[in-house]
């Protein structure tokens, strides 16, 4: 890494928790590559202290981008002044970057990173019938991202079923007839995706009902941290390709480095 | 550079303007060697957001300690739950950390890094007139360290006359009959220290009337960027010894580094 100054850019990802991260490193080390002097720098903001903790963070003038994770994705894009077409139906952000004119812009890279992570490995989701478990930031874009890459049906739960229903309506809305209610019952399907915290704690139950996963199954987690997930470890012994949580930040990574980069040249031009 | 996660402690160091600092990269650099897994990232809170953007960085649970720098010395006190003997006398930090029983502490290294900087380089202060321009944070830590180190009388003086009748207040009650207010006229003392803004910017008039100058003595700034200042230029033209803001700098990063790293031994205690 070249030295850090007082002139080097500042990314921050927030977070809670936050330890869990792994984009820092790996973003951090492709802005050095790349000759831009930036760093992407975590940040644990609690829950509570969301709304009056990052008004502040993006009035540093010093911040050029701020990345977002796990409980923030809906709050922080209540903070921008422009989001894009998908960020706004889902109303739900992993990156926000401040705009030449004033404002910050916000956009949602999740589902599009699982996506791009499964069809990098040779799971295009086009023509699959789809399960999501977890209807929060990650589970609402990646179940947007694969109705938009031709998934012809997709079974979601969330114990939260106000978001569950949420979430639901927003898919009826945006994909008429496409999406449903599951129960936790994948028999049936070709693509499994955890996108809930379970799992990120070693006693949490499974986010799904293995039992009925087929063998010539895909199964997808978000967690990055452990990994593999006992999702993970339990469609592997039934013979499943499966998707990690790294993987799916591979998938992002790029997207998330060009939205930081190009912000910085345009806030440098 | 070993890799940035989401469990390497975040240190911060705040300030407006921001881009001059020197104390991340070295003092980053210093902790990797050491095998402590911390940085140190500059954050440039704009004045008028302090109050509000200090406490929400103060209750992020990776962030181990909190360095300040120009104009929040006084301000980040305010916040502290506990100073220093100094930091409490002087009013202002240049350092705060998180204690493990709650709250945070604060202490203030500006004086003993400028001192400590002069006298490893052979000029100690003891028995010496010393003059000192500007009674902000840095030029108040500089006074009251120099009159600790015995210099047997100081003249100072700000354009701000509040700062300056305060801080000859201040040095009246803990030394008695040895601080004077200055003209900038700096005939007869040995030692002259810049504690001032004036240098940051090129068109900056001089901090003192250079012409009072003897050539034997020490010219001191604590700007370090610009180096040399257009004070220590002229002073060297009138053959005076300088030492430039990175000189009080080096001083001070061991002195920090310990107070961020003893901070992070007790955390994790």
Same mark, same amino acid.
Request: charge should be neutral; proline fraction near 9%; hydrophobic fraction near 45%.
């Given at each position: 890494m070249t030295a850090l100054t007082g002139k080097t850019r500042i990314n921050l990802l927030i977070g809670s928790?936050?330890?869990?991260?792994?984009?820092p490193g790996w973003l951090s080390e492709r802005m050095q590559e790349a000759g831009y002097d930036g760093l992407l720098v975590p940040m644990h903001i609690l829950p509570e202290r969301l709304d009056s903790a990052l008004p502040e963070l993006m009035a540093m003038?010093?911040?050029d981008a701020i990345l977002v994770t796990l409980p923030h994705k809906f709050g922080a894009?209540?903070?921008?002044?422009e989001l894009s077409p998908r960020a706004a139906a889902l109303g739900a952000i992993n990156a926000m970057r401040r705009r030449p004119e004033g404002g910050w812009f916000g956009d949602n890279f999740d589902g599009a990173g699982m996506v791009k992570g499964l069809s990098d490995a040779g799971?295009? $989701? /086009? !023509?699959k019938a789809v399960y999501v478990a977890g209807a929060g930031g990650a589970g609402s874009s990646i179940a947007v991202s694969a109705l938009e890459a031709g998934a012809t049906r997709l079974a979601l739960h969330d114990p939260d079923t106000e978001k569950q229903a949420a979430l639901l309506a927003l898919l009826e809305r945006h994909y008429p007839g496409r999406a449903r209610q599951g129960q936790g019952d994948v028999t049936g399907f070709d693509v499994v995706i955890n996108a809930s915290y379970?799992?990120?704690?070693?006693?949490d139950p499974l986010p799904?009902?293995?039992?009925? $996963? /087929? !063998?010539?199954a895909v199964v997808a987690d978000v967690i990055t941290d452990p990994v593999p997930t006992r999702l993970l470890i339990e469609a592997e012994k039934r013979g499943c390709a499966t998707r990690d949580g790294t993987h799916m930040l591979e998938g992002q990574m790029q997207l998330l480095f060009d939205f930081m980069t190009e912000q910085a040249r345009s806030l440098t031009k």
């Open positions: 928790p936050i330890s869990q991260v792994l984009a003038p010093n911040v894009a209540r903070h921008c002044a799971h295009a $989701l /086009a !023509g379970a799992g990120f704690n070693p006693n799904v009902d293995v039992s009925g $996963l /087929a !063998g010539n």
